[in-house]
T-cell receptor, first 112, second 114 residues
Framework: SQTIHQWPATLVQPVGSPLSLECTVE??????LYWYRQAAGRGLQLLFY??????ISSEVPQNLSASRPQDRQFILSSKKLLLSDSGFYLC???????????FGEGSRLTVL | AQSVTQPDIHITVSEGASLELRCNYS??????LFWYVQSPGQGLQLLLK??????LVQGIKGFEAEFKRSQSSFNLRKPSVHWSDAAEYFC????????????FGTGTRLLVSP
């Protein structure tokens, strides 16, 4: 069966520190992978998506970056966190031709 | 580019009462439409989707939605709400990029009163 794992679940980081959120998918090959950020009252904002290894599309200019070093691994990073990076981050994958996004459980990031 | 509007930020419904959550989309052609549900602190789960065919689609947990092209709407309904339905509901649309990029609405938080 297809599963998605995202970690850490909760993270508290000081301003200026680095960030790494990791997402891995099992039970599918060559999925599309996504990073969303969710802020209160703003719905889900698509940050990055990837259609293959090393292929990253950025949707909004920001302090974050994404990488896909392996087919089923998607990493969200920052070199120096800002207060505005706080939020709930969701990884998702799209199996080929299904139209249904499968979401991870999310990572709550608080930048102090 | 496609967009989605969910005009209600919060809705409170009594347990056992019927529910309708509104969703309006903007897209020039026939869109792919979705409803997702999110429990607090969790990821999202697909309730139902519309691609083509019958404009009334059935989903999980007793939910249904109706696609109305003339109104650019895809409202979610449930005849009798249960306390466990309290959650946040998101409407989403995929358009000219196919499934690759879903655009989500800002969500509607459903509260269920006893």
């Amino acid at each position: 069966s297809q599963t998605i794992h995202q970690w850490p679940a909760t993270l508290v980081q000081p301003v200026g520190s680095p960030l790494s959120l990791e997402c891995t998918v099992e039970g599918t090959s060559n999925p599309n992978l996504y990073w969303y950020r969710q802020a209160a009252g703003r719905g889900l904002q698509l940050l990055f998506y990837s259609v293959g290894i090393g292929q990253i599309s950025s949707e909004v200019p920001q302090n974050l970056s994404a990488s896909r070093p392996q087919d089923r691994q998607f990493i969200l990073s920052s070199k120096k966190l800002l207060l505005s990076d706080s939020g709930f981050y969701l990884c998702a994958f799209l199996p080929a031709n299904t139209g249904e996004l499968f979401f991870g459980e999310g990572s709550r990031l608080t930048v102090l | 580019a496609q967009s989605v509007t969910q005009p209600d930020i919060h809705i409170t419904v009594s347990e056992g009462a019927s529910l309708e959550l509104r969703c309006n989309y903007s897209y020039g052609a026939t869109p792919y439409l979705f409803w997702y549900v999110q429990s607090p602190g969790q990821g999202l789960q697909l309730l139902l989707k519309y691609f083509s065919g019958d404009t009334l689609v059935q989903g999980i947990k007793g939910f249904e939605a109706e696609f109305k092209r003339s109104q650019s709407s895809f409202n979610l309904r449930k005849p009798s709400v249960h306390w466990s339905d309290a959650a946040e509901y998101f409407c989403a649309v995929a358009g000219n990029t196919g499934f690759q990029k879903l655009v989500f609405g800002t969500g509607t938080r459903l509260l269920v009163s006893p």
